[in-house]
């Protein structure tokens, strides 16, 4: 299975600012997807990020809040723009492979 | 609309206890159904199921998928405290490895 890590691990930041989360994969994989997970709530598809390619988003969520990139087949950011504190939660990143999901170890993120 | 339900939401057992989690599904195009387990961040991949009646086992877990009743079961025997966690189902519809999550089940085992 794939080894992904994410960074940072956590961080606590004010309302308006923006925090840009990095995600590597230690194989080159095609599909990459964003997750948040609120307190006590199941994860949530944010996008999906290919190689090349625009990202594509969920209902609800919005380049201009939430853009993403994908430089090459390892690598993803995610970055949580003009933050309040409802976008504290858990961004996940994840690779699909042979079918099997397999996810980084999140980011917990606090905005105060 | 595509739904994943698990259930239940919560349950509390003691040691040793035998426990069943169900989850069930409507999905259009079924790929397949995965069970995860989540301790603090990041959910840890347990089993992937494709074919009807077809048990997957590891250790004291197991796992078996019902695609005429739309639904699997994930079992743990022996429970101990290190199974605590909470327990989410997702199913992959399509072929773009997007997955559709039930809301989870929370699994306390006391001592």
């Known amino acids: 299975s794939a080894v992904i890590s994410q960074k940072p691990s956590r961080d606590i930041c004010q309302r308006g600012t923006s925090l840009t989360i990095q995600c590597q994969v230690d194989?080159?994989?095609?599909?990459m997807f964003w997750y948040r997970q609120q307190p006590g709530q199941s994860l949530t598809l944010i996008a999906t990020?290919?190689?090349?390619?625009?990202?594509?988003?969920e209902s609800g969520f919005v380049i201009d809040k939430f853009p993403i990139s994908r430089p090459n087949l390892t690598f993803s950011t995610l970055t949580v723009s003009n933050m309040s504190p409802e976008d504290s939660s858990i961004y996940l990143c994840?690779?699909?492979?042979?079918?099997?999901?397999?996810f980084g170890p999140g980011t917990r993120l606090t905005v105060t | 609309e595509d739904k994943v339900v698990q259930s239940p939401l919560s349950l509390v057992v003691h040691e040793g206890d035998t426990v069943t989690l169900n989850c069930s599904y409507e999905?259009?195009?079924?790929?397949?159904l995965l069970w995860y387990k989540q301790e603090k961040k990041a959910p840890t991949f347990l089993f992937m199921l494709?074919?009807s009646g077809i048990e997957k086992k590891s250790g004291r877990l197991s796992s078996i998928l019902d695609k005429k009743e739309l639904f699997s079961i994930l079992n743990i025997t022996a429970t101990q405290t290190g199974d605590s966690a909470v327990y989410l189902c997702?199913?992959?519809?399509?072929?773009?490895?997007?997955?559709?999550w039930g809301a989870g089940t929370k699994l306390i085992i006391k001592p």
């Open positions: 194989s080159q994989v095609t599909m």
């Open positions: 494709t074919s």
């Open positions: 999905v259009t195009n079924f790929r397949s």
């Open positions: 990020a290919n190689q090349g390619s625009e990202a594509t988003y």
């Open positions: 997702a199913v992959e519809s399509g072929s773009n490895y997007q997955l559709i």
């Open positions: 994840s690779v699909g492979q042979k079918g099997e999901q397999y």
